[in-house]
């Protein structure tokens, strides 16, 4: 059931005062691109015009790109101003600015059957596509889609054929194995978003996510929130916000200390109330992982003492906590940031006193790996400069497409010079502010050989080295293909190292323990790319990098000035890898980093 369909058509919930007399929080430019977007989808998936559904998904990229707040932008008309922006969108914006809800985005996510819009996330089949399905076998839901393919129909149709039929089973698998996660910047803004309203309540006296969102997992299943009350009888108008938020789509329970809702995102949220003595258990509890809650269940067993949410008991005596940090000195335990509670060896390092301290956003002096748009990047290095500047870092290393990848606009040996003299140029400019650093993400050819020859490749400070080509190589010999890149005198940082896109594809799997080792062996970097979509080098490799000598630079792999907001979700995965400060390589100072790709170059010989 859907709480949505009981209210009239524009939706009264829209308004902007809540139950509670709580104002809704304002929506972010980001929510706003993603509704525009997804109207696009839906108006193609809809058989409309495709230049309506185009006209969305440009003004979602202009809003994604633009600068400034959205509210402002909206009473301002700073909105109409940006590029491609007619009228009609306008009107939308304000209309979903001012009241939270869309009119027209209700009207297509009640008209599209909910399986056209699942199908999108297959792999190759874009909206256009779905429709053609739709149109001439009827077909709307996974299931019957499968049915369809495996029936052999699928390849029939004009323009399909035997392969896409394959690809389509391919892709519904994948998304069999991957249901109903989400992607953490997505799950998070949004557990972000409802807690921030609910937190504002005059009953609530504490709130958190918790969840693996708080462990800030890459890949979510669903959200969890706790929060306390002073009285019991506080929680019901609490739980009734949740119910009432424009987020909210519809209600799969509710009862007086657990409400289950789906969010309009697809995203399934549990928010769970009780008196404000209990919430340091509850807290714990809910924050996981699960492995770790059990190990250190067995662990107080042995101690005598007995954990469950509500509590922790010796003797059926309950030990008073005030908060976490009570919680886990109960045990003679040091405090465990959530994000390493992944029964990996942090409980045994906690009683033993010996947790790393983990790096954290502020240590970062400099920024490596962004594109600008001499190849696929958005914007100019300046721009891209005066952002970093903005974010108070004291580098910057450009790193732009090289040839063989044409398509992202890869840059010819005579590109990059007359780049390094724009750099040049620059670096005069922002003396004393920004040292913009050379450097390329250099493809790595099918042999494993670089793009550029040495001559070319030496007039770079640093060289991050990236497969983007020939996926399907055997995992041996991508393995072999890394290793003999990673020899390569000039290549300091290998890139996204094993190509995966999370939720999507796996990525060509090449041997890690050889590749890492190798890479400690050589001096070599290797990435954490903190593309939300990659987070690639993965957490659970960290610490065997670190052991083997491996230095872990934090690359945002930007293409907009906003995109550099990726450091900061790759600090949430450098710090389920126990990273610390020493073990990233853009903690260095601009000299001693640049002394480090020096030291690498003279190691291998170049
Ligand atoms: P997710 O939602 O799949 O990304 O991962 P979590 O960790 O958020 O898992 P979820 O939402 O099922 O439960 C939240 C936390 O609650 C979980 O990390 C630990 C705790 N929890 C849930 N079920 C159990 C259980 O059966 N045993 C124990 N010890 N803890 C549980
Ligand atoms: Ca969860
Ligand atoms: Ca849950
Ligand atoms: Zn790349």
Not at 49 to 71: C, K, M, S, V, W
């Amino acid at each position: 059931m859907s709480q949505q369909s009981d209210e009239t058509p524009n939706g009264t919930l829209g308004g902007s005062d809540a139950p509670g007399g709580i104002r809704r929080a304002q929506p972010d430019k980001a929510e706003v691109a993603a509704v525009l977007d997804e109207i696009g989808t839906l108006l193609e998936l809809d058989g409309g015009n495709p230049f309506e559904a185009r006209a969305y998904q440009n003004a979602a990229r202009a809003l994604n790109n633009a600068e400034g707040d959205i509210t402002e932008m909206v009473q301002s008309g700073a909105v109409a101003k940006l590029p491609g922006m007619g009228k009609t969108l306008v009107a939308r914006i304000t209309e979903y600015v001012t009241t939270g809800r869309l009119a027209l985005y209700d009207e297509l996510l009640e008209r599209v059957p909910v399986g056209l819009r699942q199908m999108t996330r297959i792999p190759g089949l874009g909206p256009k596509r779905i429709r053609q399905i739709y149109e001439s076998l009827g077909v709307t839901t996974l299931d019957e889609l499968k049915a369809a393919a495996e029936a052999g129909t699928i390849a029939a149709l004009p323009g399909f054929g035997a392969k896409s039929q394959e690809n389509i089973l391919k892709g519904l698998e994948f998304l069999a194995s991957h249901q109903d996660r989400t992607l953490y910047p997505v799950a998070q803004a949004q557990a972000q978003a409802i807690a921030a309203i609910l937190r504002e309540l005059p009953q609530i006296v504490r709130m958190e996510v918790a969840g693996s969102v708080r462990r800030r997992k890459e890949v979510v299943g669903d959200i969890d929130i706790v929060g306390s009350v002073a009285r019991l009888e506080d929680r019901k108008p609490v739980m009734d916000t949740l119910l009432a938020h424009p987020l909210v789509a519809s209600v799969t329970g509710s009862g007086e200390t657990k409400t289950s809702v789906v969010l309009r995102s697809g995203i399934a949220l549990d928010l769970r109330l009780v008196n404000d003595d209990e919430f340091p258990y509850l807290l714990h509890h809910f924050t996981g992982s699960k492995e770790h809650n059990v190990a250190l269940r067995g662990r107080a067993h042995a101690q005598g003492i007995k954990i469950n949410e509500y509590g922790i008991f010796r003797s059926d005596q309950l030990i008073p906590c005030a908060n976490e940090h009570e919680f886990y000195a109960a045990f003679g335990m040091a405090y465990v940031e959530p994000e390493m509670r992944e029964e990996r060896g942090e409980i045994e390092a906690a009683l033993e006193g010996k947790l790393p301290h983990l790096v954290e956003e502020a240590d970062l002096r400099g920024i490596l790996h962004v594109h600008s748009n001499w190849s696929d990047g958005k914007v100019s290095i300046r721009e891209m400069a005066e952002a970093t500047i903005a974010l108070g870092k004291e580098y910057l290393g450009m790193c732009d497409h090289s040839k063989y990848a044409a398509y992202a606009g890869g840059l010819d040996a005579d590109a990059v010079r007359r780049q390094q003299a724009e750099i040049d140029a620059l670096n005069q400019e922002f003396k004393g502010r920004l040292r913009i650093l050379k450097g390329t993400e250099c493809d790595i050819l099918r042999d494993g050989a670089l793009d550029y020859d040495d001559e070319t490749l030496a007039t770079f400070d640093f060289v991050v080295a990236s497969i983007h080509s020939n996926f399907n190589l055997s995992p041996d010999d991508q393995t072999q293909r890394l290793i003999r890149a990673m020899e390569n005198p000039y290549c300091s940082i290998l890139g996204h190292p094993t190509g995966r896109i999370l939720l999507r594809r796996d990525g060509y799997a090449p041997d890690l323990e050889r590749v890492i080792a190798r890479a400690g062996e050589l001096g070599v970097a290797i990435e954490l790319n903190a593309d939300p979509n990659r987070f690639d080098l993965d957490w659970r490799w960290h610490r065997f990098a670190t052991e083997r000598g491996v230095r872990i630079p934090i690359c945002p792999d930007a293409h907009t000035p906003d995109g550099l907001k990726n450091i900061h979700y790759g600090i949430g995965i450098a710090r389920k890898g126990w990273l610390t400060a020493s073990d990233v390589l853009n903690t260095l100072a601009v000299d001693d980093l640049l002394a480090f790709f020096a030291e690498q170059r003279q190691r291998k010989g170049a």
